[in-house]
T-cell receptor, first 114, second 118 residues
Framework: AQSVAQPEDQVNVAEGNPLTVKCTYS??????LFWYVQYPNRGLQFLLK??????LVKGSYGFEAEFNKSQTSFHLKKPSALVSDSALYFC????????????FGGGTRVLVKP | GAVVSQHPSWVICKSGTSVKIECRSL??????MFWYRQFPKQSLMLMAT?????????EQGVEKDKFLINHASLTLSTLTVTSAHPEDSSFYIC??????????????FGPGTRLTVL
């Protein structure tokens, strides 16, 4: 079985400061890892993914994430947060051997204050 | 590219009626579509996997006779909530897999449909 944990329900950060949203995962095989962002009453927007290769993945809107196999983590980061980054962020994992199903973490609400 | 639409974006219905939600891949063919539901302030829960031309595969605990899924073409899947009750009120989100490279197997999400059952 695959699972994802986002230990923080909410992250508060001042505009211009670094933003980190934590994610750890569990899969039986090799993972595909994803980050999505959701704005109120909207679907999910893709931010970035790790499939293979370089552990540091760069995505949309200045976000990046680092795949750490030993710690089974895939934390999302942004060097300088914007007020417009305030949203709900989901980490998701797919076990390559388990088909196409995505398992989502519980979500982390990010609030960037001006 | 890789746009997924849902219709309607929101719907209010009376208890006991049925509601159909459409999910379309606008600029690609989707061999597989997924249906999720999301309760307020909660994560997405997979309801079912829909494959074109075959029966949907439902997750444990999801009533297949209540949530009817039809994937009649490579660009359209529909979810029908039959005999809806207030507890079915939720945000329903679909996603579609684009089977072509280099986006192989990546899921693209629709904007969601908010269902309110009175």
């Amino acid at each position: 079985a695959q699972s994802v944990a986002q230990p923080e329900d909410q992250v508060n950060v001042a505009e211009g400061n670094p933003l980190t949203v934590k994610c750890t995962y569990s899969v039986s095989g090799n993972p595909y890892l994803f980050w999505y962002v959701q704005y109120p009453n909207r679907g999910l927007q893709f931010l970035l993914k790790y499939i293979t290769g370089d552990n540091l993945v760069k995505g949309s809107y200045g976000f990046e994430a680092e795949f750490n196999k030993s710690q089974t983590s895939f934390h999302l980061k942004k060097p300088s947060a914007l007020v417009s980054d305030s949203a709900l962020y989901f980490c998701a994992v797919r076990d390559r051997a388990a088909g196409n199903k995505l398992t989502f973490g519980g979500g982390t609400r990010v609030l960037v204050k001006p | 590219g890789a746009v997924v639409s849902q219709h309607p974006s929101w719907v209010i219905c009376k208890s006991g009626t049925s509601v159909k939600i459409e999910c379309r891949s606008l600029d690609f063919q989707a061999t597989t579509m997924f249906w999720y539901r999301q309760f307020p302030k909660q994560s997405l829960m997979l309801m079912a996997t829909s494959n074109e031309g075959s029966k949907a595969t439902y997750e444990q605990g999801v009533e297949k006779d209540k949530f009817l899924i039809n994937h009649a073409s490579l660009t359209l899947s529909t979810l029908t909530v039959t005999s809806a009750h207030p507890e079915d009120s939720s945000f329903y989100i679909c996603s579609a897999i684009f089977s072509g490279r280099p986006l192989y197997n990546e899921q693209f999400f629709g904007p969601g449909t908010r269902l309110t059952v009175l």
